[in-house]
C-alpha cells in the first residue's frame, strides 16, 4: 500500500547517506508525523560531528548543497583520496575527472610549418630482436651510455621507422621492453613494444641496415592498440651457458690458504696456462651431471627466493616466484671445452636471481651439499648465496602465449599477429652460435672469468659455510641487518681497497693521457 511517510522517510536517509559516509537515519515512531521527520532541526546529529542537516522534500538537492558547504573541505578531501568502490561511484569519479580536465587549458601544440614532413601513420607493433650484450651498458637507454635500447632507437629514427619529432623521447612512441637485461647480458630473443611507422615495406630491412652486426631485428608483428611487451608477457627463459670444469673438486692449495692466511693476506692466483688447459679437459662424470639436474629441478613450483636476490626492499610478501621448468643439457664441446646449457623458464625473476640459482647448485656440486639445502634455503633465514658470473647468462626469448591464444580466437587467420619467435628459429640459432656462443667463450678463454669465480669461493669460504655436507646453516652464515661478523667487515674493507685501488691507477692513466696530449 502506497505511504507517502514510508516515501519520505526514504528520502530522508538517502539524503543522509549523500553527505555523510557513516549516516544514522532519524527513526520515526508511531506517534511521529511526516513533519517530524523531515523537520529542518532534527533532534540527532551525525555521529562524525557535522552540522546540522536541513532537509525538504520539494528540493532535496540544494540541501545537500548546503550541506556539502557546512562540511567544508572534509569530505572534498575523502572523495579525491579514496575512489569509491561500486559500479556506479566509479562512474562519477570518472564523470568528474573529465569534467576537470575539460576546465584546464589545451596544450600548446607546435605550429606545423610548410617545411615540416606530412605525419605518416603509426601502428603497434611487437618488435622481435636478438643481440649480444658484449660492449653494452645493459638494455635499457642511459645517458652517456652504450646501451641496446639507444643503439635501436638511432636506426629506427635513421630508417623512417620512428618520426624526427619523436626520436628525443620513447615514451612518445609508447616504447617498452619486454625484459631488462644487465650490463654484458646477451638475448638470442627479445621483444619490444612501440607505435612504429611501417608503410615502408623495406623498413626492417632498413633497421637492420643502419644497426651494428651484433643487434638484429628479426621481424615485427601487428598487435592490439592496448598491447604492452611488458606486462602481457606471461613468462621469460633464460639460459645459462656453464663450462663444466666449475664442478670439478675444490684445489687443496687454496683450501690451505683460505685456512693459514689472514682475510686480507689471501690472493686469487691466475691459473697458469697447463692447469688451464687440466680444466678444459675436464669431462664431468654422469653422477655429477645427474646431480645439477636435480638440484635445478628443486627450484620449480612457487618457492620464497629472497635468498636468491638483493636484500635491499626483498621482503617474504614480494619474493615469491613461480618456475615453470629448470633443465641441463646434455654437454657439448666448445673449442676444446665441455659446456653444458641451462635453461629456466619463469613467470619474472628478481635481480640476480638466476646467476645466484646457478651459483648455489656449482657449489653444492663441489662440496657434495644434500639437495635439503635448497629447501632450507626457501624456508630459513638471509645468507650470502654466491652469483655465479652473468657472462653466461642470456635471454632465450619471452612468451605471449595468453596473448596469442586470444588474438587466435579473434581471428580467422591470426598467424601473422602472434608474438613468436618459430618463424625465425633457423636465423637466431645461427646468430646464437656466432656472436653470443663465440662471445662468451671467447670471453672466457681470454680473461678465466669462470676460473676466477669459483676460486675466489675457495679462497674466501666464509660467506659460504652453509654449503656442506650435512646440510645445516650455521649462525655465522647468517646475515642479520644491524649486526656484522667479522668476514663482512673484512670482505667490505677488501672492497674499498680495491675500489681506490682502481681509481687511483685511472686518475694516473688520465694524467698520462693527458700529457702526451699536451
Known sequence: MFSFRSVATKLARSVLSAVSPKPKAPTPTNSSSMADTLSPEPKSQEANGASKIS???DNPSDNVSATSKQNGSKNQVQRNRVRAQTTKDRREYAKRKRQERSQEEPRERKPRTDTDEPRKPKRKVALLLGFCGTGFQGMQVNPNARTIEGELFKALVKAGAVSEENADDQSKVQFQRAARTDKGVHAAGQVVSLKMIIEDPEVLSKINEYLPEQIRAWGFVRVIRSFNSKTMCDSRIYEYLLPTYVLMDPSEANKEMARSLGFSERRVRE????DMAVKRAYRAPQERLQFVRDALAKY??????????VTRGCTESNSKRFIHSFTASDPMIIRGGEWISLKVKGQSFMLHQIRKMVGLVVLMARAGAPLSLIDALFNGPRVNVPKAPGLG????????????????SQRKDAS????????YLKEIEGFKQKYIYDAIVDTEMADGVFDWWVQSTEVYPEPFTFVNTEGTIPDDAVVTPGR???????????????????????????????????
Open 55 to 57: 532537509t525538504t522534500v
Open 300 to 309: 620449480v613450483g612457487t618457492h620464497d627466493f629472497r635468498n636468491f636476490t
Open 416 to 423: 601473422s599477429d602472434l608474438v613468436t619467435f618459430e618463424p
Open 271 to 274: 691459473s697458469s696456462a697447463e
Open 484 to 518: 656484522e661478523h667479522a668476514w663482512q667487515v673484512q670482505m667490505r674493507e677488501m672492497h674499498a681497497a680495491e675500489k681506490a685501488k682502481n681509481q687511483a691507477s685511472e686518475s694516473s692513466d688520465d694524467e698520462e693521457q693527458s700529457a702526451k696530449e699536451d
Open 393 to 408: 647468462l642470456l635471454l632465450e626469448q619471452p612468451v605471449f602465449d595468453s596473448y596469442n591464444r586470444k588474438a587466435a
